[in-house]
């Protein structure tokens, strides 16, 4: 039950089997950084070249493939006082053949981050200048080095966690990653102090963070794609495009949960999931699309 | 500004150029009933073919092709205290290839409905024995005749409206429907006491209504898709397979509503739905999908 | 076995059950003609609003629901010498927010059509002067009257058929429809000259006809989506979007077809297929696009 | 101009920059094997983990990110007398719900290879006894190490080529690749002694090959996606799912290819396009799809 305190040195743009830096323990707890998407830090100073770049991997001890890693964000907070966001929504969130018309060539905005009154604000935007939007702070890029000796680029997602961009993975939130290889090889970038759902213009409001998490290995659980938990739901993740297909990732492992770890029988699955489940959108953006699948801790509790 | 009080008598499973049964005029307000999905009405009787038939066309005085028409839904409420659902999930939003193992047949399930305390429950189902959900009574299918002479399945949706299927249709909403022929003719049925998002088994709790709706003629607005708005939220509606199409009309949609009606130019729209724009799923089962496409009034009272 | 000459008064721009224009039998055979995309006909005179509209419908007597329609084209030619296409391919084709830079605005191009020579050729295209195509006179659009009094729009396709661009619809085919309304009530329209795969312009060469078919009724044979045979292969088509969905129909119907009409084992089939299907591309263009899933019939010779 | 004779000794199942197994130049050529899919090599024996194993990568000097890099298939033989295939066609390409009736379990299948006639048959299928196939050798999956330092498994595909199972990757087609990395880091592997479209199955009749290829490096010419010509065609490759985006990225590549190589300005390749585009399905299993666009040499030696 270490409390470690990390400073990285170097960060990755893929996420795979890189040497760690740093070896922890179930149970341990993290205290780190992560630059901002574009690689820049607490300062604002470039110290790695963009892309969403990753603090890690952290190797946790006795992880192995057919496990489980859950990681609890435990604090999730800017630490600098200026993020940026891009201005223009991707093309394939909008009507096939329709081309925005722009009266400016804005496409790199500047945030102003109010982290003691917990506000973000836009920039230079005439019309945005009484809009002030709750903080929200949020990772949008984690996960687990992937299987087979991929490394697999921190602009997409897939079984192993990855460019997830859901703007529920908040401070407080338990997320379970499948282990791949020995050690789960855990990273974490990619910051956003808000976001729409969808991560529509391709960015939140971008950020470097002060992160801490803290790791537990479940032996022996084999799941097949991210849950997570809050207060109030549990909830499943689909990594793939079309959105269909990233729904239907995210239900069936919902049914898998719901099944093993609540024991429910298949019929009583979906009559319930039938008149209870929520999705969220995670991003529209990335390679691969992220689709939420929620169920209510409440209702659980009603019927288990 | 009349109430009419209409019951019908003949019901359609297509929303089309149908023979009104009503002519009502800009600033009404229509009192009637609906028939569940199966065509049963308040008193559980089969009172016509099942394929959620609509009651109506109701046909609006000046309603012209290029208008918009305004349905607020004033009142939306069970009108017997059982419904029905489905008990299977669709297999478009399974894993390819996961065939259910089910202990039993149940495909068909009863829910007892207390208007009363206003809640809903399965009936006959062990395991959701102590499960009491909140009643959210909303309506499946509704919309006017679309242009060129169609008559469209009310098992499906597309500009017109029809069978959307979305969970926050409840009372209290304002939707606008685009015109395509003279007098609207609108269509409204299949009531649902309480549904999932995306109506994953195909039904929600099917439930007849009664139903009060009131209508306004915009004239010379003409809109692209259907769109509402609530107490909190201006929503536009994509109606399409995949769901990434029916995020397109949508978002699409949304931008020419904040650039029409509250004056955003194109780049503040951007900027903004990217940090704050909110998608819900509608329907994933219909031939075409719905995705709804949310952003919050409180932030728009601060723009504009 | 009467052959029926037929000149169309009025035509429609949706497949529905309207009023029968010729009462045919099993084994008649109609000689008739079909005006182009636009309403114009032999004459390129405009005749009936643009939209594809149709010749017919035909009632066939004996025709049932849950009976199959099979049409023969037995004679299909341009009726006149100069087609028109559009110049600009359709979005949804290209890489999102790839605009095309046009030096003109010519979207709307005539081309010659020579039936003695079988020539096609652009007129007034500098760079496609001395391009000239094969002529390969098709039908884009054409089936029956769908189920539950639905009216389709002549721009789209479903299992009743409908616009589904396909380049293979030549003289010589055979095609069949499911029967969904009595008289099955068959319809005819929208000629092309010449077809690229996917209909990527959103137009063939469209042109006006001269078409012969014969019909035979296929009693208590139930088939889910059209079918067609040429001297090479068999064929099955799928409609909808996205394309994925579209291989899924056709592909399925393929089973079904090799399942009861050649008395495969389902093994045979899924091994057989995995190494001989062929499929085309129908339209990529209407709103339901068009896959096309076919098996050559000197295969299924060799196990039959 | 050398030609090398490369034995491999080991094998990767991802594209990445591993350590290149040997150099080559400009116009070289290398003759060398590869195992086939489950990682058995000539004398059918398990030299290596399964999974698409590549020979390779050479390093050819000279390539830098920007380049293309021109492989030209020389020579592709089986290199032994059997081969295998599944037996279940993938879930994917069938109705959303449809379930297979299998009257056993065979889904390994071995296949008899006759190279001196060119013949493939089923063995141990006896309603495919008679079926005699020709033989059609093809490479399922070869391409060059990515960019950002990922390593992308050989199951699937993307601009740097991969897993794209297209039928026409036969003896006599010269493929280009984008350059990512100095040396371009060449792999190839996965042969199939025929497939159909889509390998819809997820195999071919999987089998070891004997390989001659010529490369040549294309200094400064950057392309998006792999291309490829044939006597008869030019080709363009889209990998990305759903198919309607494979379709995107192939087209657009097209278009481009059209305009810088062939002069052609922007309307006449829109025009010429539409009439005379071919599309061909390549893989609809792994998890990126293939389309392949295609434009006839015939139809561009008339216009240019």
């Not at 969403?52 to 952290?58: C, E, L, T, V, Y």
């Not at 789960?184 to 956003?192: K, P, R, S």
């Not at 729904?247 to 919902?254: D, F, I, L, R, W």
Request: aromatic letters at 8%.
């Amino acid at each position: 039950m270490t409390h470690h305190y990390f400073t990285p040195q170097i960060y990755h743009t893929t996420l795979g089997s890189h040497e760690p830096v740093l070896r922890i323990e179930h149970g341990d707890t993290v205290s780190t950084t992560t630059v901002d998407a574009a690689g820049k830090d607490a300062s604002n100073e470039q110290v790695t070249p963009p892309g969403n770049p990753q603090s890690g991997p952290f190797y946790i001890d006795g992880a192995e493939p057919g496990d489980t890693l859950a990681v609890t964000l435990d604090h999730v907070a800017p630490n600098r006082r200026v993020g940026f966001s891009s201005g223009v929504i991707a093309p394939n969130v909008l009507d096939f053949g329709h081309v925005p018309a722009f009266d400016d060539d804005i496409n790199y905005l500047e945030w102003g981050i109010d982290s003691e009154n917990g506000t973000v604000r836009a920039l230079g935007m005439d019309r945005l200048n009484n809009l002030i939007l709750p903080l929200n702070p949020m990772v949008g890029c984690f996960g687990v080095a992937p299987a087979r000796g991929q490394a697999i680029s921190t602009a997409t997602s897939s079984t192993h966690g990855g460019n997830m961009d859901y703007r529920g993975f908040v401070q407080g939130v338990k997320v379970h990653f499948p282990v791949f290889v020995p050690g789960a090889l855990f990273h974490i970038g990619d910051g956003h102090a808000l976001q729409g759902d969808g991560e529509i213009v391709g960015t939140g409001i971008e950020i470097s963070l002060d992160v801490t998490f803290s790791v537990l290995v479940i032996k022996g659980q084999e799941i097949g794609w991210p849950r997570a938990e809050n207060d109030t739901h549990i909830m499943t993740f689909g990594n793939a495009r079309p959105l269909d297909q990233a729904v239907q990732h995210a239900t069936t492992e919902m049914i898998r949960w719901l099944h093993t770890d609540y024991g429910l029988d298949t019929r009583t699955i979906h009559v319930l999931l039938g008149q209870v489940v929520e999705y969220d959108v995670g991003n529209m953006f990335d390679p691969a699309y992220t689709m939420v699948c929620k169920v209510s801790k409440k209702v659980l509790a009603d019927i288990t």
